[in-house]
T-cell receptor, first 111, second 113 residues
Framework: NAGVTQTPKFRVLKTGQSMTLLCAQD?????MYWYRQDPGMGLRLIHY???????AKGEVPDGYNVSRLKKQNFLLGLESAAPSQTSVYFC??????????FGSGTRLTVV | AQSVSQHNHHVILSEAASLELGCNYS??????LFWYVQYPGQHLQLLLK??????LVKGIKGFEAEFIKSKFSFNLRKPSVQWSDTAEYFC???????????FGAGTRLTVKP
């Protein structure tokens, strides 16, 4: 089925460890986004990309890095995980600026 | 950048009651507005969207929303809720000259059978 695929679905990290979350879309969308969802705070934009090779900061970019080497993939990296990064991470993509398709999320716990 | 506020954090209704969830946005120009729903354990799904034209927008599952430009509001309504509407609802906005969508904090709706 076409859509947005996130891997992994669950992960537990120790403080200071690093990891990369992968988002892949097969809809040929130009725009891709990483959000984090925390109780009572909704979704907050971490980073986004308007095309292959481009990235931009969102509302809460600190502690995260991203790369968009291929149009279909958008990677979110945590270089040194902290407990404050415990969250559910959602990737989304869109053809233009609107009409987002969301992935099923990655639940990350940092202990 | 644009921002969104949702007034209600948690709403509890009985089946067949009417629903109205508030949403206000802050942005100085033209916006596109959205309501998304997130059922427990699932990802966000689009309920409805407003781009231009008729300010009363109808979406899926009997939901509708009204854009009131003078009040910077985009409230979600449903005449008669069902138990299956239990979910979290998010209002979102994207400014005409922006590339990123911003979400409100969400309203959790619990419908008692």
């Amino acid at each position: 089925n076409a859509g947005v695929t996130q891997t992994p679905k669950f992960r537990v990290l120790k403080t200071g460890q690093s990891m990369t979350l992968l988002c892949a879309q097969d809809m040929n969308h130009e725009y891709m986004y990483w959000y984090r969802q925390d109780p009572g705070m909704g979704l907050r934009l971490i980073h986004y990309s308007v095309g292959e090779g481009t990235t931009a900061k969102g509302e809460v970019p600190d502690g995260y890095n991203v790369s968009r080497l291929k149009k279909q993939n958008f990677l979110l990296g945590l270089e040194s995980a902290a407990p404050s990064q415990t969250s559910v991470y959602f990737c989304a993509s869109s053809y233009g600026r609107v009409g987002y398709t969301f992935g099923s999320g990655t639940r990350l716990t940092v202990v | 950048a644009q921002s969104v506020s949702q007034h209600n954090h948690h709403v509890i209704l009985s089946e067949a009651a009417s629903l109205e969830l508030g949403c206000n946005y802050s942005y100085g120009g033209t916006v596109n507005l959205f309501w998304y729903v997130q059922y427990p354990g699932q990802h966000l799904q689009l309920l409805l969207k407003y781009f231009s034209g008729d300010p009363l927008v109808k979406g899926i599952k009997g939901f509708e929303a009204e854009f009131i430009k003078s009040k910077f509001s985009f409230n979600l309504r449903k005449p008669s809720v069902q138990w299956s509407d239990t979910a979290e609802y998010f209002c979102a906005v994207i400014g005409k000259h922006n590339n990123d969508m911003r979400f409100g904090a969400g309203t959790r709706l619990t419908v008692k059978p």
